[in-house]
């Protein structure tokens, strides 16, 4: 396996909201309790992801009735695991970054560095009316979230942090003890105007919705023009279901079988909430502008990629995706346990075959 610093990283969605990654009635053998997720995560960083994804939702609605919260699911999974990074979602309103700094700090010293966070906006209006929370309008929800995380910066790293921000202010704070190398890696969501801005300014990394390797390449030339005008660094992470079988015809049947049993009610509800939330911003587009009902069967784009189909189809198209601009491809599975032990055993290696021969192309094109 690549151990180039260069070299593509792996994330997967940690189920702990109920229902799996899709919006669907298909039999899913997945699960959101603490007992499957602990074994998930041993089985993916032996398989050789990088980094699990917690998720953030207070509420039920489209097929997530039970959510776990994010901080403290992370917490547990680090604890069960040795290698792995696990990126807890933090939402700016319910979480003050006063808190989420120490609390994160706290984790990184219990994991000896392995905690980063995930700096969401907020897309579902429901979910904030029914926890008594203000709902912003679209670019104020960015510039809150930008105050966010300057404030988790700067208290991780500032001996004496003073802000003065519209949404939070610090006078003098002293955060002890602060986080152990590395410090906690911010991640942010989002595809609109404001998202984009914002990972050019501040975030470390930049995700967004499953997208195909021009609509992927558009972004991120996008925000890389930015990120250089603003002397930052930003690296980029690509949502994307997948499902390898050992022949395209098995793949692409079980992708079928996903959107023919779909749940269209919940399906066209969460497509209500999402381009609500994307037409709200100054440009009218947001992450699902202009995602088809087939697209919202898995909650962020994932099939756009197309990372269905045999293990060498999708280890080819996931390096494509890599010429296109991402750093890192973040995953999600039908069956979570049985089919991460598969891609590491059957796609990774191949992902890392055609890296290196391309990259070697690379050069000597060069
Ligand atoms: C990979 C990824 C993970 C996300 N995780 C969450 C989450 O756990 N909870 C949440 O409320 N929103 C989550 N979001 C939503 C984003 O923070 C943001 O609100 C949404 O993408 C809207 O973006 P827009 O500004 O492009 O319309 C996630 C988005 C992406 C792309």
Redesign the pocket.
């Known amino acids: 396996m690549s151990t180039r610093d260069d070299a593509l990283k792996f994330a997967y969605w940690v189920p702990n909201v109920s229902g799996g990654l899709v919006i669907s009635n298909i039999g899913q053998r997945t699960s959101w309790t603490p007992e499957y997720n602990r074994k998930l995560a041993q089985i993916a960083e032996k398989a050789g992801f990088d980094y699990a ?1 917690s ?3 207070f509420t039920a609605g489209y097929g997530a009735d039970n959510q776990h919260e994010s901080v403290s699911f992370s917490q547990d999974l680090l604890a069960h695991t040795e290698k792995l990074k696990v990126i807890a ?1 933090l ?1 700016p309103g319910p979480w003050n970054p006063a808190l989420a700094a120490k609390q994160i700090a706290t984790i990184n010293h219990l994991s000896n560095g392995r905690i980063a966070v ?1 700096v ?5 209006r429901g979910e904030f009316a029914a926890i008594g929370e203000h709902w912003l309008d ?1 670019d104020e929800r960015y510039r809150r979230s930008e105050e966010f995380i300057r404030a988790l910066r700067g208290i991780w790293s500032e001996e004496s942090f003073t802000f003065r921000g519209d949404f939070y202010r610090f006078n003098e704070y002293s955060l002890k003890p602060k986080p152990v190398n590395p410090q906690p890696e911010i991640f942010q ?4 105007r ?2 984009r801005d914002m990972a050019a300014r501040v975030s470390d990394w930049y ?3 499953g997208n195909t390797p021009d609509g992927l390449r558009a972004q991120v030339e996008d925000i890389q023009t930015k990120a250089a005008a603003n002397n930052h660094k930003v690296k980029i992470g690509i ?1 994307a279901f997948a499902i390898v079988r050992e022949t395209e015809e098995e793949a692409k049947a079980v992708l079928q079988e996903i959107i023919d049993k779909a749940n269209p009610e919940a399906v066209e509800g969460f497509a209500g909430q999402v381009k609500n ?2 037409k709200a ?1 100054p440009e009218g587009e ?2 699902w502008a202009k995602s088809t009902f087939e697209d919202l069967v898995q909650y ?1 784009d994932g099939f756009r990629p197309n990372l269905i189909g045999t293990p060498r189809q999708v280890a080819e198209r996931i390096v494509t995706l890599k010429e296109a601009g991402a750093d890192l491809v ?1 995953l999600g599975f039908l069956h979570f346990q049985e089919e991460v032990e598969y891609f590491g055993k059957h796609v990774l290696p191949l992902v890392r075959e055609i890296e290196g021969a391309r990259a070697r192309e690379t050069v000597v094109a060069g």
């Open positions: 994804l998720q953030i939702r979602a939402l995930n969401v906006s907020g897309w579902f679209h969501g989002g595809s609109s404001a998202a995700f967004t919705n949502n939330a994307g911003s947001g992450n962020n973040l």
